[in-house]
Nanobody, 126 residues
């Protein structure tokens, strides 16, 4: 059974930074593609960033491009989301997701992911 646990959320002022972590339990983490999604109150869950299993390819949404960076450490079974220059509109619950992938590619659609964390709250004050 694969379990994902996010951490690192909190309250930060606009312009500040946070780094989210997602610890993944289970075997074969190095064959799991991973992603970050977020959901603001009253809105649907949306894609933020994705990374392939080797960490060599990433993709971020236009809304966070140039500010957020996804990375992973397969030796630690952990995926990260570095968030810089935070804005009030980044306020949301952030979710980590994983998928046992058949190829070394990333996925940006919610329906492709099999495993999800419980979420961590990020609040950006203006």
């Amino acid at each position: 059974q694969v379990q994902l646990v996010e951490s690192g959320g909190g309250l930060v002022q606009a312009g500040g930074s946070l780094r989210l972590s997602c610890a993944v339990s289970g075997r074969f983490f190095s064959r799991y593609a991973s992603g970050w999604f977020r959901q603001a109150p009253g809105k649907e869950r949306e894609f933020v960033a994705a990374i392939n299993w080797s960490g060599g390819s990433t993709y971020t949404s236009d809304s966070v491009k140039g500010r957020f960076t996804i990375s992973r450490d397969n030796a630690k079974n952990t995926v990260y989301l570095q968030m810089n220059s935070l804005k009030s509109e980044d306020t949301a619950v952030y979710y980590c997701a994983a998928r046992r992938a058949g190829a070394d590619i990333w996925y940006s659609e919610i329906q492709w992911y099999d495993y999800w964390g419980q979420g961590t709250q990020v609040t950006v004050s203006s």
